[in-house]
């Protein structure tokens, strides 16, 4: 295995632990689709409960980090150089319907740039990571982004409601998270997406980076309102030129 940053390690750990009662409780969801109170109100607790598992992890190693995250907002310590940017679950709608396609995200930012970044799907137990100049991983095999240089041949996730015609082939599996880390483990080609919140794509950011990808300049500092365009070196060109209008 490759050598990993004790933060890394932390964060890893704090995923793990919070995946057992993500598991548990998307279990659960089956039960629930017929129950009247609906499902959403579970979610929301799914995540609340995953979040604090994955807050208190984080903390009790770093106690003066501050804290971006999305059911508790952001939390500014001692320490604001460097701040851990955490979604509990990422396509929760999927989860809401019993799709076994979401992930935790957690990105750890320093000094307004992002140095680690764990993507993990609890379900299909495949976990991706990376940190600043060590290359990115999945399941502790090194991963790379395509090769592909054909934008014919190339497989691009988006996300949202908006219906795109751009002579793409596309793809919408309703995690942010996992298309980025897709992205960098060279399923698909690329990954564009507008009006995104920081903990959506954080940690997929440097997964890609390392992963050999390209990925667009993204201001760190703003939580929201975040476009992203992610892709291999080798189609990056190809498939901005066909995004001028989106």
């Given amino acids: 295995m490759n050598s990993i940053s004790a933060n890394l390690n932390i ?26 109170k609906g499902p959403s109100d579970f979610v929301s607790s799914a995540d609340i409960k995953a979040e604090k598992i994955i807050i208190e992890e984080l903390t009790k190693a770093k106690k003066n980090y501050s804290i971006i995250s999305e059911e508790r907002g952001s939390k500014t310590n001692q320490d604001k150089e460097n701040i851990w940017i955490i979604d509990p679950i990422d396509g929760t709608t999927n989860f809401l319907h019993g799709v076994p396609h979401f992930a935790i995200s957690i990105a ?26 060590n290359g990115a991983f999945f399941n502790n095999q090194r991963i790379r982004v395509s090769k592909k240089k054909e934008i014919s041949h190339c497989l691009f996730a988006t996300g949202g409601k908006e219906k795109i015609e751009f002579g793409l082939t596309i793809r919408k599996s309703g995690s942010a998270a996992l298309d980025m880390a897709y992205v960098a483990a ?6 564009f997406q507008n009006n995104l919140n920081l903990w959506d794509i954080a940690a997929g950011i440097i997964i890609v980076k390392e992963a050999g990808g390209l990925v667009n300049n993204i201001n760190l500092s703003q939580n929201d309102n975040i476009n992203i365009r992610a892709s291999s070196e080798a189609i990056n060109e190809k498939m901005l030129e066909k995004l001028k209008n989106f």
């Fill in 11 to 36: 964060m890893i750990k704090a995923a793990e632990k919070a995946s057992k009662t993500l598991i548990r409780d998307f279990g659960e969801i089956e039960k629930l689709q017929v129950s009247i």
């Fill in 108 to 133: 750890l930012k320093s000094k307004d740039e992002i140095i680690s970044g764990l993507i993990y799907d609890p379900i299909k137990d495949e976990m991706f990571y990376a940190e600043k100049n």
């Fill in 186 to 191: 060279g399923r698909y080609d690329g990954y």
